[in-house]
């Protein structure tokens, strides 16, 4: 019997945490310029253009996709909110690099590409933040039309290039967008137009949600020094690191993890940011302001560095 290796290969990601279903495609560009025209998702939160997603890394593991952002129990959040209780620097600088990474996604179809039908294109923040102004800023978009409605939109333009930054021995890529200047519709074939809407795939069967025990080992043996990886990749804790006062905490919380926790002592907040670029000079040099509770503290400290 011949061997079906994208079958393994497909089995291998859904054990491993990562995208369970092939046919979901994620558009990788290489370097070029495409012409890329966005279509909706078939239901979003608050009627959001994109979806969201947050996900967790902890050295060579494969990302977690975060249960705590669908109301779920959560191991590592749980010991983010520990070390971040904690009042110490460095557990707060820890808590930091350990917090959910997001990634922002869009159904697209590819102009000269079309025989793949309805991709995903998946980008971080600052891709997202030049997508999220076509909508509100008028500079750039002087109609503010919807340029993913499917009648009336407008295709973007997007192009890779080669930034001159290496990074891990390979080449950073920079990405343009603009907005082109023409209204079409998503294809003047209105039945074509209807297969890539229906087309569009289910963003939760792309990556397969650990449990909470499945994530409690993962976090137990990254903690242990079973796991290790690049900074870059998230935070490693080898079995090399130097002890302190963090080593008792980190074995405190892998107990606490198993049982819920009594409840912390409210600490004091800092006073408000006045702007997201002044956010961590805010909570670490302000004046204390009004008690709060753990959780809005966490919750503020959480939106801080979503804008970093």
Same mark, same amino acid.
């Given at each position: 019997?011949?061997?079906?290796?994208?079958?393994?290969?497909?089995?291998?990601?859904?054990?491993?945490?990562?995208?369970?279903?092939?046919?979901?495609?994620? @558009?990788?560009p290489e370097i070029g310029e495409y012409k890329?025209?966005?279509?909706? @998702?078939?239901?979003?939160?608050?009627?959001?253009?994109?979806?969201?997603?947050?996900?967790?890394?902890?050295?060579?593991?494969? /990302?977690?996709?975060?249960?705590?952002?669908?109301?779920?129990? =959560?191991?590592?959040? =749980?010991?983010?909110?520990? +070390?971040?209780? #904690?009042?110490?620097?460095? *557990?707060?600088? +820890?808590? &930091?690099?350990?917090?959910? &990474?997001?990634?922002? !996604?869009?159904?697209?179809?590819? /102009?000269?590409?079309?025989?793949?039908?309805?991709?995903? @294109?998946?980008?971080?923040?600052?891709?997202?933040?030049?997508?999220?102004?076509?909508?509100?800023? #008028?500079?750039?978009?002087?109609?503010?039309?919807?340029?993913? =409605?499917?009648?009336?939109?407008?295709?973007?333009?997007?192009?890779?290039?080669?930034?001159? &930054?290496? !990074?891990?021995?390979?080449?950073?890529?920079?990405?343009?967008?603009? +907005?082109? /200047?023409?209204?079409? &519709? +998503?294809?003047? *074939?209105?039945?074509?137009?209807?297969?890539?809407?229906?087309?569009?795939?289910?963003?939760?069967?792309?990556?397969?949600?650990? #449990?909470?025990?499945?994530?409690?080992?993962?976090?137990?043996?990254?903690? #242990?020094?079973?796991?290790?990886?690049?900074?870059?990749?998230?935070?490693?804790?080898?079995?090399?690191?130097?002890?302190?006062?963090?080593?008792?905490?980190?074995?405190?919380?892998?107990?606490?993890?198993?049982?819920?926790?009594?409840?912390?002592?409210?600490?004091?907040?800092?006073?408000?940011?006045?702007?997201?670029?002044?956010?961590? %000079?805010?909570? *670490?040099?302000?004046?204390?302001?009004?008690?709060?509770?753990?959780?809005?503290?966490?919750?503020?400290?959480?939106?801080?560095? %979503?804008?970093?």
């Amino acid at each position: 019997m011949a061997v079906n290796l994208e079958a393994i290969r497909k089995r291998v990601q859904e054990l491993n945490g990562q995208r369970r279903n092939s046919s979901v495609q994620l @558009w990788k560009p290489e370097i070029g310029e495409y012409k890329v025209r966005c279509v909706p @998702w078939k239901s979003t939160p608050d009627g959001m253009p994109f979806l969201e997603r947050r996900f967790y890394y902890l050295g060579e593991n494969p /990302r977690i996709l975060a249960p705590s952002q669908f109301g779920k129990p =959560d191991p590592i959040n =749980d010991l983010i909110r520990k +070390l971040y209780s #904690s009042g110490k620097p460095d *557990d707060r600088e +820890l808590a &930091k690099k350990l917090q959910p &990474k997001m990634t922002a !996604y869009i159904p697209i179809v590819v /102009r000269g590409q079309e025989d793949k039908g309805t991709q995903v @294109w998946s980008f971080n923040k600052f891709i997202y933040q030049r997508l999220l102004d076509f909508f509100t800023n #008028s500079e750039i978009n002087p109609d503010l039309v919807d340029y993913i =409605d499917p009648l009336e939109g407008v295709d973007l333009i997007v192009t890779i290039k080669k930034s001159g &930054k290496k !990074y891990n021995g390979r080449d950073v890529m920079d990405t343009v967008i603009d +907005l082109g /200047r023409k209204q079409t &519709k +998503l294809s003047p *074939d209105a039945e074509l137009a209807k297969k890539w809407l229906d087309g569009v795939p289910n963003l939760d069967d792309m990556y397969q949600q650990k #449990s909470s025990a499945e994530i409690e080992q993962v976090l137990n043996t990254w903690l #242990s020094g079973g796991a290790s990886g690049s900074a870059d990749e998230g935070t490693a804790r080898g079995a090399g690191a130097p002890k302190d006062a963090l080593e008792q905490l980190v074995e405190d919380v892998k107990t606490e993890v198993k049982a819920p926790a009594a409840k912390a002592e409210e600490p004091k907040a800092s006073t408000k940011k006045a702007s997201a670029k002044k956010a961590d %000079a805010d909570l *670490d040099d302000a004046a204390p302001a009004a008690k709060q509770t753990l959780d809005d503290a966490f919750d503020e400290l959480m939106d801080d560095d %979503a804008t970093t």
